[in-house]
């Protein structure tokens, strides 16, 4: 991922980015101990890891619309999906910690927007299998093969919902009274990152906590997640350069962390 960002934020990331050591939150510096930095193999992560490897030796093409300057990846309609897992997906660690982050939380209800070939989509399901899981994915054939893929791994508790994020996600947040775990994917531009936190915010709690991709892929990007972190109700984020992490917390004392990762 690191070809995908600026160079030079992740060298300035990791000048300024602590460890656990000098965290005095102790909210924060459990999480850092029991959560973030947990690298101990998972019995959940073989299977979904098979999987990937069989998609990176996977030479069937996928048509994918234009995306607009978003990513230039999806400039040319056609790829083969071992070419999306190569240049789209997460790395597995992040999915790693994603799958941790949903085991701490226990949510009973997931959204995630950008579903691609359904990876993070299966850690989340088997992380949380009592959880509702709502998937919304853009393109017709990544959802397709999202969908084989979670057939593979006999997971049952995700919708997969296809159109744009714009049109779907106002309307599945009218039948959702709270909203405890977001991941925030696919469109990095500001616009499209800051209307989807206004969306979700009402939903929230102090319970709740929203993963946002790829916050230094772009400047628009950047510009999001500081005006997220701005906002009042917003008491922690804690920034690892690939993903950043915002709770709700009312009696956490308003803080900003860069940890490095």
Known sequence: MLKQVNVIS?????????????????????????VIYDFRAKTVYKDIEQLRVDLLHDKRQISISEAGKASNFYQNKQRQISSVVKEVLKPARLDQLIHRLVADQKPGNIIELGACLGITTAYLAKTAPEARIFSIEKYSDTIAIARENLQKLNIRNVELLSGNVEELLPKLLKEIPEL???????????????????????????????????????????????????????SVTIDLFWIGLVFFRKAQRKEDFKIRF
């Open 10 to 34: 992740f060298l300035k990331h990791r000048f300024k980015a602590k460890t656990r050591h000098g965290i005095h939150s102790p909210f924060v510096y459990r999480l850092l101990d029991e």
């Open 180 to 234: 405890d775990f977001i991941v925030i994917g696919g469109n990095n531009s500001e616009e499209a990152t800051l209307n989807y936190f206004k969306w979700c915010f009402p939903k929230m709690t102090e319970h709740s906590m929203i993963v946002f991709e790829d916050i230094y892929r772009s400047k628009e990007a950047k510009l999001a997640w500081n005006e997220i972190k701005s906002i009042p109700e917003v």
